[in-house]
Structures are given as C-alpha cells and as structure tokens.
C-alpha cells in the first residue's frame, strides 16, 4: 500500500497547492480595508472571518460551476481555510477546550452563509438585493453598509466569472 500512497501523495500535494493559492487570494481580498468600518464589517475576529466567509462562498460557487472536475479542489479549499481558522484561534490563545466549539460554530456559519449566497448568486440581475439580504440575515454588517458590501461581492463575482475555468483549477482567480 505505501507503494500506492507514494503515487497519490504527489497528486494531493499538488491539490494542497491550488487550494492554498485560492486561499491567499481570498484573505488578501477579505482583509481589504475598505470592507471594515462602522457601517461596514466590524473589524474583529468574528468580522473578518464573515470577510473570509463572503469571499470563500465567491470561490466555492465559481468552483461549483465549474463542475466534478473542480469537487477536489473544492474540498481541499475547504480544509485550507479551516486550517486557517483553526490556527488562528490558536493564536489568539482559545483554549483547547473550546476551539472544537468554536470551531463547529464557525464551520456551521460558514456553510450557512456560503450556500445562502449561492444562492444569491444564481438570482442573475437581482443578485445585489439577494446578496444585501443574506448579509443582513446573518449580522455581517449593520444594515446601512450592507448594500455597499453586497455590491462590491457583486463586482468581484462578476470579475471571478470572467476567469477561465482552467485558470480558476489552477489556483489563479481574478478580483
């Protein structure tokens, strides 16, 4: 069996890679300083992992499209990210005890989130009030910013439609 492994290993190191490269964009996306303020996305841990969250479901929706040839991917950016988070709360010096928690509470915010929007993004031209709405519904900004974030994730989804699918299984994606 080691035999085996020793082939695929290559395979999903490679994967691991992509997955990584599609993570990167994102969190240099979602840190963007112009999506945190008072009327935006509060600029606290749970804020920025919302920021994360929005641009994550941006990822994973053009990775949906794509079809089966973009499941593994999309499950190896799903393991990044929450790597990434996981880490993260160890940083901040969450106890062992509770990072499962934590960490399943954000896991199920993630998903929430990421097929509420979607959702939202298969709406068309209606998609700005659909992707305004999911932001209110789930506390990612007060109300009177969540329209401005609503049309910038607007504008990024149509500029990360506009990226090849190969380009997209390659890790690379354009904001």
Known sequence: MSWLQHLIRPKRRKLLARAEKLHASIIQKARSPELFGEELIPDTLEGRFNAVTLYSALVLSRLERIGAEARPLSTA???????????????????????????????????????AIHEALLLGESTEDALTDVIIRNGVTPESGARTIASWLAKDHLRLSETTDQDVLRGQVLW
Request: glycine share 20%; no cysteine; aromatic share 6%.
């Open 77 to 115: 950016l799903n393991e990044v990210v929450f790597s990434g988070v996981d880490g993260g709360l160890r940083e901040t010096g969450v106890g062992d005890a509770s990072i499962a928690r934590k960490v399943r509470k954000l896991g199920e915010s993630f998903v929430g989130i990421g097929k």
